[in-house]
């Protein structure tokens, strides 16, 4: 019993799906089966062969009609009663085919000898001795690429089936003979791996023979031997059982995949892929119009290759796509004509060499016109920006500089693009952008350090030291802390609001420039403080100041005569306003915003108790020694603090002749012109009012203690 047959590899060499559910159905189980096929040229019957023997039914050639291809591809059938699976493979040298068709006819034989258990060879008889009708030559490439491709475990058996034999005229032992020396020999002939170079072709294979009369003119005794043939596959018992050897074990339901497997590894073997004389042709051919349209390409484009890395080359792209035209069109002009897969597989080898040579230059041309937009970039980056003051539309600046810089870069990059090939600028349009992102981060850290600059400059200036100098000598104990403050929200607002547009300009965030802000305002209030500090390090003499303008002076400013004043009034007056304005200096009045009222806040304590007594105490004394000098120069008339002019006029006459000794002596004057010098450039340098005030502190201690 047969089933229906199934073309399992179709005339293209394609593997089809047909065979699993062909195989699903054949009630076959597991690895008991077995599996014959055949091989031989066209017209030769061993379809008919196979239909006999099996019960297939595989097409056979309707005598009546032309000779031609009956089975293409490779077709699969099954005997439910043999267990067995029955490859019949398409004819070799067949006019369909023609001189294209060796590799098919050796990859259809290595698959049939690589996946059964008997590969049966049909020929005539009459052919033993020729080369091509015999299969020899396809049996030294079958032979040849089973060593190669698969392990040898398991002899493979093949069995030559004689066609058309005439027990009459034909001597089967001497045909025999004549076909073991030639496998014999083609085994000899063959490159074999290194492992198997002193093996014999029978320690892989076992030969069997069996002759078939005509079919035409003996068909009594071309059945006999057809039914003896069906009887060796059959029957288990007779001593030439031809299944005795068993060559693969795979389960029924692995067959499928198995013979995709074997297919897949002998259609991608390249040595047995035989080319036919025209592909050789072919592969020789057109390989030297390759190299020739290769090399018109190369030598056309030299002169254009010389401008490229030097200048940025305008429309790089199509001028590319130019020459790759021609010399593809000089490669088709004369390869056009031959075996078109060999044609196209080079016309795409020269079209990958040129687009190789031509991506050297695009990557010249792309290297050029990245350093030439970093450059621009560098350029326009140092026009716009100031450099020594800091700008309000940064961002903005940077975009349309952003936008200028890339406009160019897109339309000179995209224009060096090859149409279809896998040229890319992504690569090179990142490295500009962040290129561009680091130059930017750089300038905006400049501009963060060029404001607090600013911000140091508005602190540490001129204006704003005068400005808290000024309302702290005024020493007004109901103004000066509201004027100080009036100071810190002038200078503040100002500075808040360029520090804010600023720092908008520069992309921070709300958050950011309200943190930023703060910072300042507290930066500020610290400087603030800081100065007012160092103010009250010399706090003494700044009260004394302020006693003494109001003490010795009227309240137009006139000095006191103190004969017809009130000395005693004058003093506890001025003492106290004095005093009140050294209470004003207790606490800090001040706070980073500017935004409340003096009376509403616990402030920072500027003096503490034990300093703010010290200070009281030297101010007092100071003060009593004015006191004491005004009630002298009232009794006196004359201070004890100032010598008198008729004094310095006694001394110059009754000192000359001391005078002039001094001068005479060079021990004694060249140390005073020494000294006096000192004494002059100190007040050239500014330090006259300090050495001033050293000296009138020495003296008026020096009259404290004498007074006491």
């Excluded at 039914?57 to 005598?63: A, E, K, R, V, W």
């Excluded at 002169?303 to 010399?327: C, M, N, T």
């Excluded at 004890?640 to 005078?659: A, D, K, Q, S, V």
Aim: proline share 2%.
């Amino acid at each position: 019993m047969s089933l229906q047959s199934v073309q399992i590899i179709t005339y293209e060499g394609e593997f089809t799906q047909h065979i699993k559910n062909f195989l699903s159905y054949s009630g076959l189980t597991s690895t008991n089966y077995h599996t014959v096929s055949i091989v031989g040229s066209q017209s030769t019957g061993k379809s008919t062969l196979l239909n006999l023997v099996f019960g297939t039914d595989f097409d056979t050639l309707d005598p009546m009609r032309e000779r031609n291809q009956t089975t293409k591809g490779i077709h699969l059938g099954i005997n439910l009663d043999f267990k067995t699976l029955i490859i019949d493979i398409e004819g070799t040298d067949s006019l369909a085919r023609g001189e294209d068709g060796a590799a098919f006819e050796a990859m259809a034989a290595l698959f049939a000898l690589s996946v059964s258990d008997i590969l049966m060879v049909n020929m005539w008889t009459s052919e033993i001795g020729r080369y091509k009708a015999a299969s020899i030559g396809l049996l030294k490439t079958i032979f040849e690429a089973n060593l190669r491709l698969f392990s040898q475990e398991r002899k493979k058996r093949i069995l030559f089936l004689l066609r058309d034999f005439n027990d009459k005229k034909d001597n089967l032992f001497v045909l025999k003979q004549q076909m073991s020396k030639t496998v014999e020999e083609v085994w000899e002939q063959i490159h074999k791996p290194s492992e198997y170079a002193m093996s014999h072709v029978f320690d892989y294979f076992d030969f069997d023979f069996k002759t078939i009369s005509t079919k035409d003119f003996k068909p009594k005794e071309f059945k006999a031997d057809i039914d003896e043939l069906k009887e060796r596959f059959r029957d288990e018992e007779k001593f030439d059982y031809l299944f005795r050897m068993k060559n693969t074990d795979i389960p029924i339901d692995g067959v499928p995949l198995y013979y995709q497997t074997i297919w897949d590894v002998v259609k991608n073997d390249k040595e047995i892929n035989i080319p036919s004389q025209k592909e050789m042709l072919a592969n020789l051919r057109c390989n030297e119009l390759k190299i020739e349209a290769y090399e018109w390409f190369k030598n056309s484009m030299s002169s254009f290759a010389k401008q490229v890395g030097r200048e940025i080359v305008k429309d790089f792209g199509k001028e590319i796509a130019k020459f790759l035209k021609k010399g593809i069109d000089k490669y088709d002009e004369k390869a056009a004509n031959y075996y078109e897969v060999v044609y196209r597989r080079f016309r795409e080898e020269l079209i990958g060499l040129a687009l190789e040579q031509s991506k050297d230059l695009f990557r010249l041309q792309m290297k050029f016109i990245l350093e030439s937009y970093q450059k621009k970039f560098k350029v326009l980056l140092e026009k716009k920006i100031q450099k020594n003051k800091t700008i309000e539309n940064f961002n903005e600046i940077i975009a349309d500089i952003y936008k200028e810089i890339f406009d160019g870069f897109n339309i000179d990059t995209e224009s060096s693009l090859l149409q279809n090939s896998d040229w890319d600028i992504d690569e090179y349009r990142s490295s500009l952008s962040d290129f561009m992102n680091e130059k930017c981060a750089f300038e905006k850290e400049k501009e963060l350090a060029l404001l607090e600059k600013e911000v140091n400059l508005q602190l540490t200036g001129g204006k704003f030291s005068n400005q808290i100098s000024r309302a702290l000598e005024q020493m007004n104990e109901e103004t000066m802390w509201e004027n100080l403050k009036n100071i810190q929200r002038e200078h503040m607002e100002s500075l808040e609001k360029h520090c804010k547009a600023v720092l908008e300009g520069l992309g921070f965030t709300d958050n950011q420039i309200e943190q930023h802000i703060l910072n300042i305002k507290v930066q500020f209030y610290e400087s603030m403080k800081s100065k007012i500090n160092k103010y009250c390090d010399h706090l003494v003499d700044h009260l004394v100041r302020h006693f003494n303008q109001l003490f010795l002076k009227d309240e137009n400013g006139v000095p006191r005569t103190w004969d017809r004043e009130n000395i005693q009034e004058i003093y506890a007056v001025s003492k106290a306003k004095t005093v009140k304005v050294l209470e004003n200096f207790r606490f800090f009045q001040l706070l980073p915003d500017w935004d409340y009222a003096l009376d509403d806040v616990n402030y920072e304590e500027l003096l503490n108790e034990d300093r703010f007594r010290m200070i009281n105490d030297s101010f007092v004394k100071d003060a009593e020694i004015a006191y004491k000098e005004a009630v002298h120069l009232k009794e006196f008339g004359y201070s004890r603090t100032h010598i008198p002019t008729w004094f310095w006029l006694i001394l110059l006459l009754l000192g000359w002749n001391e005078i002039l000794w001094v001068l005479r002596s060079p021990v004694i004057l060249y140390p005073l012109i020494f000294i006096g010098a000192i004494i002059a450039l100190a007040f050239s340098m500014g330090f006259g009012s300090t050495i001033i005030n050293f000296v009138k502190t020495l003296y008026q201690g020096y009259n404290f203690f004498r007074s006491n």
